[in-house]
């Protein structure tokens, strides 16, 4: 058998970007033959991309690119969030938000058959994954073109924030972007909130008022009537309205104004914005190790 030596691990290393001992594993395998260990690796590496797959991302990060009147907003997502830190994860996450930027894509898998170095980024993605032995997805993007300005801010890299504004002043978009990063409006203006959003709020405080007036029955208090109980409803509504949309929320850096009023002072327009926050809405899987514990002794024992 040929003698593998630390040159041959580091020379395959070099070609395949595999794990250290990934690579001398394939040269035992391979008898020290070169080309039959690349292929080896690669047989195992896709294998191990395979299996990591089905395992769930829910962390991550938010990336953004913009260039002129082009931005992108970008989720990419791992298992955890010492991979999230990673050098190549994050120029993977870079890259896949200067394509979309540079190609438009229509969705994600078409951003994922973009040319990266040579290969699609999908491809790249694939081997990211057999190299660290983690899942990493792409899961969804956002991009602006418009005739105005862009402005992002990244509250470390798990919220992201880009607006599209006119104005003179660039600071502005900035403080903007970064006013939605701490507050979190889900819309520009009341009337864009979401109808299903609105309709929750209503049930809960419908919920609230059903409570209340129990309490008031078994009190010996006279009920409220259903004219007065249809205007808490609202009231409760619309302060909602007010809470999470973005022109009506105070100024972070003012609180003694809306974000309205100081738009309007500082001549400028918002037109639209996105916020990513990473794993948003992800069911994340939870480890009940001593449950894990249990069944296998109980399995231990039954055999």
Do not use: W
């Not at 040159?7 to 039959?36: F, N, Q, S, W, Y």
């Not at 089905?54 to 997502?77: D, P, Q």
């Not at 909130?193 to 008022?209: F, G, N, Q, T």
């Amino acid at each position: 058998m040929a003698a593998i030596t630390a040159a041959m691990v580091g020379e395959l290393r070099g070609k395949t970007d595999a794990p250290m001992m990934e690579c001398k594993k394939a040269l035992t395998e391979a008898d020290g033959d070169m080309a039959r260990a690349e292929e080896i690796l690669r047989v195992k590496l896709g294998g191990k991309a395979s299996k990591a797959s089905a395992r769930i991302t829910a962390e991550g990060v938010v990336a953004t690119h913009i260039a002129g009147g082009v931005g992108a907003l970008i989720e990419v997502n791992s298992e955890t969030d010492f991979v999230a830190k990673n050098d190549d994860f994050l120029a993977l996450a870079a890259n896949a938000a200067r394509l979309v930027v540079e190609h438009n894509p229509a969705d994600v898998a078409a951003l994922l058959a973009l040319p990266l170095d040579g290969k699609t980024l999908d491809e790249v993605r694939s081997a990211l994954i057999g190299k660290i032995g983690e899942n990493m997805t792409i899961r969804r993007f956002q991009r602006f073109e418009t005739t105005g300005k862009l402005a992002s801010y990244l509250h470390g890299s798990r919220i992201g924030v880009i607006v599209d504004f006119d104005g003179a002043e660039e600071q502005v978009g900035k403080d903007v972007a970064m006013h939605i990063a701490a507050m979190k409006p889900v819309a520009l203006s009341q009337d864009q909130v979401p109808a299903e959003l609105i309709e929750k709020e209503r049930s809960v405080a419908k919920l609230k008022a059903d409570e209340d007036a129990a309490k008031a029955a078994a009190e010996g208090k006279p009920a409220q009537s259903a004219e007065i109980v249809a205007k808490r409803l609202e009231g409760s509504v619309q302060k909602y309205l007010k809470e999470v949309s973005l022109l009506n929320q105070a100024f972070v850096k003012n609180d003694k104004q809306s974000i309205e009023q100081m738009l309007k002072e500082k001549a400028t327009t918002v037109k639209a914005f996105t916020m990513f926050v990473v794993g948003e809405g992800i069911e994340k899987k939870v480890d009940d190790f001593a449950a894990e514990v249990a069944a296998q002794m109980a399995a231990s024992k039954g055999a």
